[in-house]
Every structure is written in C-alpha cells, then in structure tokens.
C-alpha cells in the first residue's frame, strides 16, 4: 500500500496494534504508489495472504479472484465489490448531514469526486438530508474531467459556476478533503465567504490538508486504526480456515473534527445567534436556560419564543441536544465509565444522562456505545445487512 498517505498510515497502525495482541506473523511491507508496478519480488513472493490498498487488477495474478487469501483497504469500496475493509459511507454522511443541519443550514448539497466511486455517498447524504424533514436538498455538479481527484481549469471552473449558482448560505460535502481544498480555493477565487456563505466539510480528516487550508477544514474522521485492526483479524482468520477471505465489512467513522470551514450558524436574530454561540461554548456545564437568556439580554419566554420559530425547539431542547451529541462522541471514542462521561457532557449524574439519552436517541447509552464500535459486515455480492454486529 502508498504508506505515506495519511489513510494508509492509520491502517499501518492498526495492523501493528493487532499484531500486539497476537503472535505469528512476519511481515514484509512494500510502500508503493497506486500507479507503480508491482515490483518482481512479489511475483515470486510465498507469503500466506495480502492486505493490499491497491487495485485487485493491479496484484500478480496468483493474487487475483480469491485464488489466496487477500483482504483489500481502500478509503472507498470499488465498484466491483471485493473482499476488504472500508468506511462507512452511510455513516459518514449521516454524520457530515447533521452536523451542518445543526449549524442552521436549509441547503446541503454534495461534491463528488469524478469517479463514480462516490455514488454510495452521495446516495446516503440525500437519504439522510432528506430524513431531517427540513427541506434540505442534495445537488450535484456536472460530473468533472479531471481523472480521480485531480482537477484541471475546467475542472475549477465548473465547481466555480456551480458554487455561484447555489442558494447562500450554503452547506457542501465534499466526498474527499482534495475536493473540499478545491472548493475552497473555488470560493476564494469567486468571492464567496467560507463558513458564511459555503460551509464545508470533507470526508476522511486528514488533519496535515485539514489543517493547511484556510479556514481550517471540518471533517469526518474515517477510524483508519480500526480497519487496519479489522483487516489484521480476518486475513488472519482467512489463513487459518484455509479459505479465502469473502466478506465486505465496514467501519463507522470514529466522529467528526469540527474546524472553522463550517462554523456557522445560519440564522438571522442576533439574540439566537448569541444564545447558539454561548451554548456551544458552555452546554457540557451547568449552564440553565435561564441564565442563556439572561446572558444574552431578554426574557427567557421571548428567546424560547424566538428559538422555536427559528429553530423548531427550545433553549432547554437546545442544551439537551448538544449534550447528548457530546455523551455520543464520548462514548463513541473513549472508555470512560457512565458517570465520567455524564459529568464531561454536562450531566448531573449518571441517570440523568441514561434517562436523557435514552428520550433523544432511542436506546441506553451502553447500547449506543456498542453500535457504534459494531461494524457492518456482508459477503461480497449482497447489500449490507441492516443491523450491525460486532467483529
């Protein structure tokens, strides 16, 4: 695989962790760009199984259609499903949907890449924009020129007219961070304002591109360390039976890394702007709704009036609202026992946040954790499963 980009590198990381926790193997690693040629060693290489990033058409033919076992990492699934790990796509856009719909956003939209290996994702943005009953719509450019995430002028040009023709403000997903940059340099180029006119967020977190943009890009965190550890698990279980590795199995992103591309709140009133601002500073203390309205200078029944008409919800549903989101992330992404958690959300205790979740989500905060560490899995040729389970 190309281990010097940043995906491959968490993957790297996730093999090593496994290989902490089991003994056995000896590996042989061969860094590579996705176009180089596959080097004359592994033709003759006798190994007992491939974890490999690159094309399945790009491995020696003794490697190719299940004749040993091999499981494929790639950031997205091919178009011809093959045996590997990947992200989770429906996740990711559920993810990247609802965090621009909680900044006040009617209009999401969604820029692929060329390729036509964004259609699942950008199906799952439409599915989940469209699920949040706000009149939230999907658009999508003319398909671009460029070969992969590559753009040339006419590729800029066209996301330049397209961004012009959008109705402002303006949320857009990006199917990659390449692409989000190209959108920000689109904007830069035509005058639009990132975050208040197009906010954006990408896909993947690569947090040295993230980081280099300006603003800052928001984006999904694909768990690269989990689906090395994955991969790790069932090539080893693939060499053991003796048979080839048949399953596709995807990993839910570990959360969403919040930047300046996208902090925005698309609303008018300026108490609710400020109400919003403090909220989200502030809602994982124990800040009342009382002193949210005291805060911003009116009486607490003319803010929870004005919240509902822009927003469809109270100051208090606001407050509750950012601090499940904050106990998911939490128990997404740490080990923390019930009662930390609830303390770091902004909880009382522990069966204020029980009861809470289990309003607002629809499940116990134990049952969420273990979704959402699950990892949809199916074998090659069938649509995923609806229920999660855990590898």
């Not at 768990?223 to 080839?244: K, N, P, Q, Y």
């Not at 969420?368 to 999660?388: H, I, N």
């Amino acid at each position: 695989m190309e281990a010097a980009a940043s995906f491959s590198r968490g993957v790297l990381q996730g093999i090593s962790r496994w290989l902490g926790q089991h003994e056995g193997w000896m590996i042989t690693i061969d860094d590579r760009g996705p176009e180089a040629a596959i080097p004359g060693w592994l033709l003759r290489w006798a190994g007992d199984g491939l974890i490999s990033g690159l094309d399945e058409s790009s491995l020696p033919r003794p490697w190719r259609a299940g004749r040993r076992p091999v499981v494929h990492v790639r950031g997205r699934m091919p178009v011809v499903p093959v045996p590997g790990v990947y992200p989770d796509d429906e996740s990711a856009a559920r993810l990247a949907v609802a965090h621009l719909a909680e900044r006040g956003l009617k209009h999401v939209v969604f820029c692929p890449v060329a390729s036509t290996l964004a259609q699942p994702l950008c199906d799952a943005v439409g599915q989940h924009a469209a699920s949040l009953g706000r009149g939230l719509e999907v658009l999508e450019p003319p398909r671009m020129r460029g070969r992969g995430e590559r753009a040339d002028d006419e590729d800029r040009q066209t996301i330049v007219r397209w961004l012009a023709s959008l109705p402002k403000p303006v949320g857009v997903i990006a199917a990659s961070d390449v692409r989000a940059l190209q959108i920000l340099e689109a904007c830069r180029s035509s005058g639009l304002a990132v975050p208040d006119d197009v906010a954006i967020v990408g896909i993947g977190d690569d947090e040295v591109l993230c980081g280099l943009a300006t603003p800052a890009l928001t984006s999904v965190t694909h768990d690269c360390r989990r689906i090395g550890h994955e991969a790790a698990r069932m090539l080893d279980e693939a060499m053991r039976s003796g048979r080839t590795a048949s399953a596709v199995v995807f990993v839910p992103p570990a959360g969403i890394a919040v930047r300046r591309s996208s902090d925005v709140l698309a609303v008018d009133d300026a108490d609710i702007k400020k109400a919003l601002r403090l909220i989200q500073a502030k809602a994982c203390t124990e800040l009342s709704a009382a002193e949210v309205a005291t805060a911003v200078g009116i009486s607490r029944r003319l803010l929870d009036r004005k919240f509902q008409l822009a927003l469809g919800h109270t100051i208090h549903d606001e407050l509750q609202r950012t601090r499940v989101a904050e106990a998911k992330r939490l128990l997404a992404a740490t080990d923390d026992k019930l009662l930390v958690v609830s303390v770091r959300s902004g909880f009382a205790h522990a069966p204020q946040l029980c009861n809470v979740f289990k309003t607002v989500v629809g499940m116990s905060p134990m049952q969420y954790r273990k979704a959402a560490r699950s990892c949809r899995e199916t074998l090659v040729g069938k649509k995923p499963p609806a229920s999660t389970r855990r590898p």
